[in-house]
């Protein structure tokens, strides 16, 4: 098992940034490849980021060269930076975790859910 608690969100002007934090519990965190996905108002959950085990990372399209995933494994921590924001990216930022297919841009491929945060970026 494995209990994921986003915080980091919050409302910043467009051009501006945050961090988003993903707390994990559980020994084996190492373990899982871990995910970011987001849902705005009136659409589906789409994939931003994941990053593996191994450090290995796979971005969408709409966020490469803005956003940025990283890990700390001793802290059982992932990270989202975001940069550039732009209104488009107001969402709520889920956190996930996998133990199968690391590195997936499909939701149900990960085993695990956090309540996410909010991101709302003004113009």
């Known amino acids: 098992q494995v209990q994921l608690v986003e915080s980091g969100g919050g409302l910043v002007q467009a051009g501006g940034s945050l961090r988003l934090v993903c707390a994990a519990s559980g020994r084996t965190f190492s373990h899982y490849g871990m995910g970011w996905f987001r849902r705005a108002p009136g659409k589906e959950r789409e994939f931003v980021a994941a990053?593996?085990?191994?450090?290995?990372?796979n971005y969408a399209d709409s966020v490469k060269g803005r956003f940025t995933i990283s890990r700390d494994n001793a802290r059982n921590t992932v990270y989202l930076q975001l940069s550039s924001l732009e209104p488009e990216d107001t969402a709520v930022y889920y956190c996930a975790a996998t133990g199968s297919y690391q590195l997936s841009r499909t939701a149900g491929w990960y085993d695990y859910w956090g309540q996410g945060t909010q991101v709302t970026v003004s113009s």
């Open positions: 990053i593996g085990t191994s450090g290995g990372t």
